[in-house]
Nanobody
């Protein structure tokens, strides 16, 4: 099985920055894509950013230009650099990883989630 451990959440002021990390552990043969989702109270979960094994990135319109997703393949870790944070960014952020444990066995893992609160 593959486990994900998230870190970096917390309380920040509007306009501030935060860097989230998500490290995958276990037997990982291949990682195909990594991403970050978020969910605020009363709202549906949305995809914030994703990155493929080839380096292709995608962002939600609401965070484009402010957030940057990156990865460290050697550490099986994905990061989300969050700049110019707004109160509406407040949510539980969860990472997920899609890949394979063998050449024929795919997996999808989700982290527990980390709280990000943007408030004065």
């Amino acid at each position: 099985q593959v486990q994900l451990v998230e870190s970096g959440g917390g309380l920040v002021q509007p306009g501030g920055s935060l860097r989230l990390s998500c490290a995958a552990s276990g037997h990982i043969f291949r990682i195909d894509a990594m991403g970050w989702h978020r969910q605020a109270p009363g709202k549906q979960r949305e995809l914030v950013a994703s990155i493929t094994s080839g380096g292709t990135t995608n962002y939600a319109d609401s965070v484009k230009g402010r957030f940057t997703i990156s990865r460290d393949n050697a550490k099986n870790t994905v990061y989300l650099q969050m700049n110019s944070l707004k109160p509406e960014d407040t949510a539980v952020y969860t990472c997920n990883v899609l890949g394979a444990t063998t050449s024929r066995m795919k997996f999808e893992s989700w982290g527990q989630g980390t709280q990000v609160t943007v408030s004065s």
